[in-house]
């Protein structure tokens, strides 16, 4: 019995003899089909990004005569090394190294390339950017109440104006993420009573797309009410043929409705308000702008951090939103205010 193990019943009453299993390369192996499956399960956005920092790892490789995978550790330092040197963000190259990281997962090598070395590199990275006055964590700021009208307010009363006021409102009431909206269907909103009942079919905190649906109340302006500017938008709709499909759309000539807008698409729209509403640092306003807003909009409002945590989908251990909340609460209970400076 030399080449078996010998199991034990949990009784202990006999013994067997189990062959040790005989793998071969074919045993871990997956097929570039079944690769493409697996990774289907990351989120699109996610996806194309990890396609693309895969695509040049690859290239950067096939320059130095290294091997893509499995990688060294070297060779994984070395890349985080070329991407400092390049001035990419930090959080860039940590979806660069998470991206490297899942390809390996997939392709049979779990935890390769190893990440110490790398994660070392980037560390002392962080430290020389805030030493020479950088910011490592680009945030996208909050906007009061009054940058929020005037960013509607220069939406023009047309076509165009009415979807870019509706996914400005809608983002803040949903505390949307730009993938949420983007991927809302116009069977997944519908009026409640004065209300809106949206459906998010698959979010960050949903990944097995089983659902969760969220209800917008009216709001108290007309400029920034949701459910004013999703009526609008949807008549626009229904009057040109369109009542399924996505309910962002882009456009083409004479108002004629495209296909769905993309992520990246509602961030320029989002920018764009900003500037020509000519709020601060309107340059660094994006849509996640206005998920932040909305989240710190319900605490000013004594809104409980659980129920804010559930309407924006946040995971219950996820710290984003208490960063949120934290700023909310470093302006108002402020120790330094009236203290006589």
Not at 287 to 297: I, M, N, Q
């Amino acid at each position: 019995m030399s080449d078996a193990q010998l199991v034990i019943r949990p009784s202990g009453d006999a013994a067997y003899a189990r062959p040790e299993p005989a793998y071969t390369a074919t045993d871990f192996a997956l097929s570039d089909e079944t690769r493409e499956l697996v990774l289907a399960g990351v989120a699109d956005e996610t996806r194309r990004a990890y396609d693309r920092h895969w695509r040049d790892f690859r290239t950067w490789c096939a320059r130095q005569g290294r091997v893509p995978l499995p990688a060294t550790p070297h060779t994984f330092t070395e890349y985080v090394r070329e991407m400092i040197r390049a001035a990419l963000a930090p959080a860039s190259i940590e979806q660069a190294m998470s991206a490297i990281r899942t390809y390996h997962r997939t392709a049979g090598y779990k935890e390769q390339p190893d990440r110490d070395m790398a994660v070392l590199a980037l560390r002392g990275y962080r430290k020389d950017r805030a030493k020479n006055g950088r910011r490592n964590q680009r945030q996208s700021p909050v906007l009061s109440v009054e940058h929020v009208q005037a960013m509607a307010g220069v939406c023009p009363d047309d076509p165009v104006g009415w979807r870019d006021r509706l996914a400005l409102d809608l983002g803040i009431a949903l505390m949307g993420r730009r993938s949420e909206l983007v991927a809302l269907h116009q069977a997944d909103v519908r009026p409640v009573g004065d209300e809106l009942e949206v459906l998010i079919r698959q979010s960050k905190t949903d990944q097995d797309a089983h659902g969760e649906t969220v209800y917008i109340p009216p709001g108290e302006h007309p400029l920034t009410d949701p459910v004013g500017a999703w009526r609008r938008w949807t008549a626009f709709l229904a009057e040109h043929g369109h009542t399924g499909g996505r309910l962002l759309r882009r456009f083409y000539r004479n108002y004629r409705v495209g296909a769905s807008l993309g992520g990246d698409a509602v961030n320029e729209i989002i920018r764009s308000l900003a500037i020509r509403a000519g709020i601060p640092s309107a340059e660094d306003v994006t849509a996640h702008s206005l998920r932040a807003t909305g989240a710190s909009w319900a605490y000013i409002n004594r809104a409980p951090v659980s129920s804010i945590t559930e309407h924006g989908r946040w995971d219950p251990e996820s710290s984003v939103v208490l960063r949120y909340i934290r700023a909310v609460d470093k302006r108002r209970n402020n120790p330094m205010r009236g203290a006589g400076l």
